[in-house]
Every structure is written in C-alpha cells, then in structure tokens.
C-alpha cells in the first residue's frame, strides 16, 4: 500500500496512540501543564496515573479521537474518558471523568495547531496540519508493519 492514501482509520488504535504520543513526547512542542504528576483523570479515581507520559498519551488519544469524530467538545471527551465509580457494597455507578484535563488538553492541541475551533458545529476539529502530521504517523505506523 502507498503512503499517499493511509490514513488514521488504517492503523490500530493502540499503535496509533501509542506511536503519536511518543511523537509528542519526542518533539517537545506539547505544553504540558506542571500540575500533571499531581493530579487524577477523574473524580472517582482514587491515584493519578502510574505512567509518567500519560498526558501524551491523553492527547495522542484526545487527538484520534477528533479526527474520526468532528465537533468534539469538552463534555463529549468527559464522557469519552468516564467509567464505574466505586461505591463500596453498593451497585457500581456511571462517573465522568476531569472535564479540567480534557479542556487542557484540547488548548495544548491548539496550541501546535493540531486542532481547531469549529465554529460551525461548535467544539473542535482537526486541523489541515494536524490531519497532515496524524496521516504520515499512520504511514509510518503501517510502513513498519509489513
């Protein structure tokens, strides 16, 4: 398959992420808020990530994400990231994760113009630049494969 026609769709999500983040991480453009060894991913957590690079990776995913659905905003990635919270004896129940994460995250992501207001449907999109930067990792990602 030629690189001229790869897209995000194409690859694993895992190895897109995965790979994207260490792009990130590699380039050093992302500004990644001094809070982040501090803080949870969602209220009902009760650490903060063991992996130190997790706000990479929150990005590269944020990032995926928007790409394969347009007009993302902050309460749509809250309930993207949500899950069970612990309730002890009781019935678990559905919680929503850091909407203060998914918003920093998104401004980062602007901020190297990956993504972009979408002043049409409201929330975000993705950048022309930014769909360029995820549509070569995804051709390196399925060059490396074969």
């Known amino acids: 398959m030629s690189s001229g026609g790869v897209t995000v769709k194409d690859v694993s999500s895992h190895a897109f992420v995965k790979a994207y983040a260490a792009y990130l991480k590699r380039t050093g453009k992302l500004e990644v808020p001094k809070w982040v060894d501090l803080v949870k ?3 009902y957590k009760e650490l903060a ?3 130190q690079d997790w706000f990479y990776v929150r990005a590269a995913s944020v990032a995926r994400h928007i790409y394969l659905r347009r007009g993302v905003g902050v309460g749509a990635l809250k309930k993207n990231y949500s899950g ?6 009781r019935p678990h129940h559905h919680a929503e994760s850091s909407g203060s994460v998914a918003r920093k995250v998104m401004q980062a992501l602007e901020k190297i ?3 972009e207001k979408d002043s049409e449907n409201g929330g975000r999109r993705i950048s022309p630049d930014g769909q360029k930067d995820l549509d070569r990792i995804a051709a390196q990602i399925l060059r490396t494969d074969e």
């Open 113 to 115: 113009k990956v993504l």
């Open 84 to 89: 069970r919270q612990n309730r002890g004896s």
């Open 49 to 51: 990530p063991y992996d």
């Open 41 to 43: 991913t969602a209220p």
